[in-house]
């Protein structure tokens, strides 16, 4: 059976074959999805019950919530930010909420003396004097920018300071902050 049927009967053949490889590759993407979310909500189980179990150690040990920040947040998950989330109950959603405002605070009773820049170094000595568990840099930061997305108008400067003041750094400023440094 040579001719053009052969050609016809070679083009159908192939046409099923494409459609078969279709099929199956839906049939695979939707019971790989169906294992990812499975995985996903295993993963969530799993790492509220460690936050549950190491909650009072994230609260009080800044590196060791920073790591556990880092790691939720390299997951896609970020714990410490919204209060409308599964860490809810277990007390993370407000820990950088309040942390912002505290950090705020200390600005604003500091801002007669520095003109509301004040170093984020200077911002933890004074917190961790006044509150039983301390927090690190990395806490005032992410604290900030939890604030941030409010539309607070405060900033980090050269990741060094806070700057609770309208504030640009032009050259004349940027020349400013580099003698403030020195001084």
Not at 24 to 50: C, H, P, W
Not at 172 to 179: A, G, K, R
């Amino acid at each position: 059976m040579n001719g053009p049927y052969m050609g016809k009967m070679a083009a159908l053949k192939q046409q099923q074959v494409n459609e078969f490889k279709l099929e199956e590759g839906r049939r695979l993407m939707e019971e790989k999805t169906s294992r990812m979310k499975v995985i996903y909500k295993d993963f969530q189980a799993n790492l509220s019950r460690f936050a549950e179990q190491y909650r009072n150690e994230i609260n009080r040990n800044t590196e060791f919530r920073e790591k556990f920040n880092r790691l939720c947040l390299e997951m896609g998950v970020d714990p410490l930010v919204s209060r409308r989330t599964m860490w809810s109950g277990l007390g993370f959603g407000e820990f950088y909420n309040q942390l912002a405002q505290k950090v705020l605070d200390i600005c604003n009773k500091h801002r007669s003396v520095n003109g509301g820049i004040m170093k984020i170094t200077d911002i933890i000595t004074y917190y961790n004097r006044n509150n039983r568990e301390p927090i690190s840099k990395y806490d005032v930061t992410a604290a900030l920018q939890t604030m941030n997305k409010l539309g607070t108008g405060c900033s980090i400067l050269r990741n060094e300071y806070v700057c609770t003041v309208p504030f640009s750094l032009s050259d004349d400023s940027q020349e400013l902050m580099n003698v403030a440094e020195e001084v």
